[in-house]
């Protein structure tokens, strides 16, 4: 998919997310009725954001694709700072917690890390997977080699001995 055609792919799914939110704050239970749709709003506001800092690049294309990249991050940034005031005013917390949307964003932040910690992991353990085949594939190579080099001494040595014992026999 293109850059741009991903851009506004975000922005229209951002768009939504946010009219809904704004239309349904009110009306849900709890916090988690709109979870899908922050969560969009998160996944859009991180696609914006790859996208304007691939097209910082110099050319008329790129500049102005990025300078569009810039204003509808700021516009989703505007959106969300709303979203987050009626998610505090809907779930009020006392003064001494965390407000309701600052849970969210721990919540969203605490699942990124977990998620790249997961996939750090993954990628060490392919990395040892590796390093174990290569070791692994450098003893069966050593033990080839020792096996033929043995087999070559045994074919010469045989050779040898068939060869002198047929000298015997003719002299």
Known sequence: MEPITT????????SSAISFIKARV?????VSELSGQISTLFSAQKVLN??????????????RGSIDAVLEAKRLNEEMQQISQLINMRWPKPANQPSTWQEILNHHNEALRQQKAARQAAMREKARKSQELEETLKAVALIAF???????????????????AMDEIVL
């Open 50 to 63: 790859e996208k304007r800092n691939e097209q910082a690049g110099v050319g008329d294309i790129s500049f």
């Open 146 to 164: 020792v096996i033929v080099v043995t087999l070559v001494l045994f074919v010469f040595m045989f050779a040898a001995i068939a060869r002198s």
């Open 26 to 30: 009110n009306d849900v239970q709890s």
């Open 7 to 14: 851009a506004l792919a975000a922005v229209s799914a951002a």
